[in-house]
């Protein structure tokens, strides 16, 4: 219920990519901050480990790696696709894609 209200304001999409010296993002999907025990409410947060997620092993890993955005769609739900069925709402909508750089994969979630 607070979604759908929170999507009724209206939300951006925001892609970024970014290194972390600081916290190895491990704030994302590892146990953070690391002076806390693991087991306390909100400290583990994913299964990578404590050790992952350093800058400098991915740029010795993958010096070249890049991202690329593509087929980005933003519109009332079901307007997005062939044969979709947009949803009526009293609130305008705009659209807007975004594309930057070749494709590169990893192989895992954590670095």
Request: charged share 25%.
């Amino acid at each position: 219920a607070n979604f759908g209200k929170a999507m009724e304001r209206g939300m951006v999409l925001v892609l970024s990519l970014w290194d972390d010296f600081e916290s190895h993002m491990l704030w994302l999907d590892s146990d953070y901050p690391l002076d806390k025990d693991p087991s306390e409410p909100g400290v583990s947060r994913g299964s990578c480990s404590r050790d992952s997620g350093k800058p400098e092993d991915l740029a010795n890993t993958c010096p070249s790696a890049t991202v690329k955005f593509s087929k980005l769609r933003v519109g009332e739900i079901g307007s997005t696709f062939p044969g979709g069925e947009p949803v009526t709402t009293s609130r305008p909508h705009t659209t807007a894609g975004t594309t930057a750089g070749p494709h590169t994969t990893a192989g895992s979630d954590c670095p």
